[in-house]
């Protein structure tokens, strides 16, 4: 070790190796400023007499969780006409509070999938100059959307001439968004490839986007070396999706046999928000959603857990995506016993949330799981979660970058 270094020693009941599946007990992981040094059976004289020791009796360490869709500059209480008070300028202080919210639960990575006025980007630069606590944000900044569809503002009339930021209509127009988007400093692109829930005026069932625009669109991407998102619960989109090349599909609500082998044979990753459908029917109208929104999720819902159950039987790569600011932040947690009531084992629930999520990101050398060289993104929960899945709705101590962010233990 460097002498010279900040020493962070946690012992803890257990630590999860997400790769193997096994439980190293009892654990102690040594951090070196902001990175994992050891991972290993606890070993109590192996560090320096000034380091800081966090003693973690009954609980078990994990990776810090990522969530691959949030969107930390949108509220839960605040839907359809009421989201048209909100500027970008306001939706960024209220992301500096979910984003405090998010980091708590013990996410400490997000990709924000939606925002506009780009606040996800300001949000995300003041979290990592330092000024506000939240998790690493990897942003998108306006979503890409034809005119009328998802991703577009469609709760005026022609009078009033609103086009949301993001729409891009045909193979050129949508090139030229991408390198705009870049060129204002996003990290991810994100798409609408069928209609939506919450949107007005849009079928869930009914592609957006032509094939061909979806290949000029993924391939700029690519060219440019980010990765990219589409929004789909349709069959017909999600199929589009994956075979212009997309990296992720989220919500993907109807699911048919071909749309599955579609998406293994590319490697396409899902992301299903299967807890959302809960806060929507219970507290959605309240929050100002419209009703022909709650029509739709009323069919969207429960074929949308039945295509989870489905897409995990046949191995689809699956990561952990919740949708979060639709319900309010901070409840991320509560999905991974959704997950596992729908056909994944805790493994495979946890995995979706660390490893496959860092490896979408393309970040799995240096985030999403417990091991010497990593980052230090470390979090703790009070009991074993591959016997009590719903203990990760309780995490009680958050390190983030070496640094411990959040500590709740009496
Ligand atoms: N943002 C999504 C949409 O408007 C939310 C879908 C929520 N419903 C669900 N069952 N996952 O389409």
């Not at 990522?66 to 202080?93: E, N």
């Not at 069919?299 to 990561?319: D, L, P, T, Y």
């Amino acid at each position: 070790g460097n002498a010279f270094a900040d020493t962070l020693v946690l012992n803890a009941d257990a630590a999860l190796d997400v790769k193997s599946g096994k439980l190293i007990r009892p654990a102690t992981v040594v951090v070196e400023d902001n990175t994992i040094v050891s991972v290993s059976r606890t070993n109590r004289k192996a560090h320096p007499q000034d380091a800081t020791v966090i003693d973690l009796a009954g609980h078990t360490l994990l990776p810090g969780l990522f969530d691959m869709h949030v969107h930390l500059t949108g509220d839960a209480q605040v839907h359809g006409y009421k989201r048209l008070q909100r500027t970008a300028p306001r939706s960024a202080i209220t992301g500096v509070r979910n984003a405090k919210r998010t980091l708590a639960a013990g996410f400490t990575s997000v990709r924000n999938l939606g925002a506009p006025g780009y606040a996800d980007l300001a949000l995300r630069d003041a979290i990592y100059d330092g000024d506000v606590p939240g998790p690493r944000i990897f942003a998108s900044g306006p979503a890409l959307g034809i005119t009328g569809g998802h991703c577009d503002n469609n709760l005026f009339t022609h009078e009033h001439k609103v086009v949301a930021t993001g729409v891009a209509d045909g193979p050129w127009a949508v090139r030229q968004k991408v390198r705009e988007n870049i060129k204002y400093g996003v990290d991810v692109i994100k798409f609408c490839a069928t209609g939506g829930v919450l949107s007005k005026g849009t079928k869930v069932g009914a592609q957006q986007y032509s094939f061909e625009e979806m290949q000029a669109l993924v391939a700029e991407v690519h060219l440019r070396g980010l990765t990219v998102a589409a929004h789909a619960h349709g069959t017909d989109g999600i199929k589009s999706a994956v075979r212009a090349g997309v990296d992720s599909v989220e919500h993907v609500s109807f699911l048919d046999d071909e749309a599955i082998a579609l998406a293994k044979k590319h490697g396409t990753y899902f992301s299903m928000d299967i807890y959302n459908t809960e806060y929507i029917l219970s507290e959605g109208e309240k929050a100002g959603i419209l009703p022909e929104s709650l029509d739709k999720e009323r069919k969207v819902g429960g074929m949308q857990r039945a295509s989870f159950s489905k897409a995990v039987k046949a191995g689809v790569n699956m990561v952990f995506g919740s949708d979060g600011g639709v319900y309010p932040h901070g409840q991320n947690g509560k999905q991974f016993s959704r997950m596992v009531k729908f056909g994944m084992n805790e493994l495979q629930a946890l995995q979706a949330a660390t490893i496959n999520s860092a490896t979408l990101l393309k970040m799995q050398d240096t985030l999403g799981s417990l091991e010497p060289g990593k980052l230090a993104d470390i979090i703790a929960v009070p009991g074993n979660p591959l016997e009590d899945i719903q203990v990760m709705e309780s995490v009680t101590l958050v390190i983030k970058d070496g640094k411990v962010e959040v500590d709740t233990r009496q």
